[in-house]
């Protein structure tokens, strides 16, 4: 089996460390280098030749989104290295300036360590994953200014093209389709909670929300849980 090569550039060494546990747990992932900065980050990436790379956007030397920059235009005649960004900012700003930077996904920093590796499978796929938490950013930003959204999503998408496209279906989804609890635990996807918690939350068992999730993206014809957040969120089932 080939495993998914993953690079690590972040400063802190405890969040680094982290990282690097709860990806080598897991048997489709290897973390082949770690580095603590941009310039060392970059003479990574230049000899070791990564699937992907986990950037910190509040790196010491040099932002994250200009070193996405850099490492997208490292790529010569082929695919090259696709980026995931683990950050703290979920201003605005900062996930459009990554997105247009060429970013293939963009993750919080609080992200579940559970969830982690299924974000860099998703990306190493060739999707994004987009932060439940934040996904509201960027669908606003494809309602808003679509024509900016596509300049943009010529470098790179900012999510699967048939969630950048305003969709008259989409937009028309029956609430009476999800139940009660089902729009419950659809919102706190949105919030982006780990089964864990939303089973916390509503007092259920954790096998019971994993049925509740099943059903929701059967539902909404989403393949994962930032599908069904951005569309929940684009049809007004949550807000």
């Known amino acids: 089996m080939n495993k998914i090569r993953v690079a690590l550039?972040?400063?802190?060494?405890?969040?680094r460390v982290g990282i690097k546990i709860a990806?080598?747990?897991?048997?489709?992932?290897?973390?082949?280098?770690?580095?603590?900065?941009?310039?060392?980050?970059?003479?990574?990436?230049?000899?070791?030749?990564?699937?992907?790379?986990?950037?910190?956007?509040?790196?010491?030397?040099?932002?994250?989104?200009?070193?996405?920059?850099?490492?997208?235009?490292l790529a010569t005649g082929e695919e090259g290295v696709k980026v995931l960004i683990l950050t703290l900012r979920d201003n605005k700003e900062a996930v459009l300036?990554?997105?247009?930077?060429?970013?293939?996904?963009?993750?919080?920093?609080?992200?579940?360590?559970?969830?982690?590796?299924?974000a860099v499978r998703v990306t190493y796929n060739g999707n994004a994953w987009i932060d439940p938490a934040i996904a509201r950013i960027v669908l606003q930003q494809a309602q808003q200014n679509p024509l900016k959204m596509e300049m943009t999503a010529e470098t790179k998408p900012p999510m699967q093209n048939s969630e950048t496209t305003t969709s008259a279906d989409e937009d028309l989804i029956d609430p009476y389709t999800l139940t009660e609890r089902e729009l419950e635990v659809l919102q706190l996807i949105v919030e982006g909670c780990s089964n864990a918690v939303i089973a916390e939350r509503l007092y259920i068992t954790v096998g019971t929300v994993k049925t509740h999730v099943r059903n929701i993206l059967n539902k909404l014809c989403a393949d994962d849980r930032t599908q069904a957040a951005v569309r929940a969120l684009r049809s007004g089932l949550v807000g």
């Open 97 to 118: 300036a990554a997105f247009a930077a060429g970013a293939d996904s963009y993750c919080m920093k609080d992200i579940k360590f559970d969830n982690l590796p299924e």
């Open 9 to 15: 550039i972040e400063d802190h060494d405890l969040t």
């Open 23 to 73: 990806l080598q747990q897991k048997e489709d992932i290897e973390v082949v280098g770690e580095a603590a900065n941009a310039a060392d980050g970059i003479r990574l990436l230049k000899t070791l030749h990564p699937d992907i790379a986990i950037v910190d956007i509040g790196l010491p030397d040099k932002d994250g989104i200009e070193l996405t920059r850099e490492i997208k235009a």
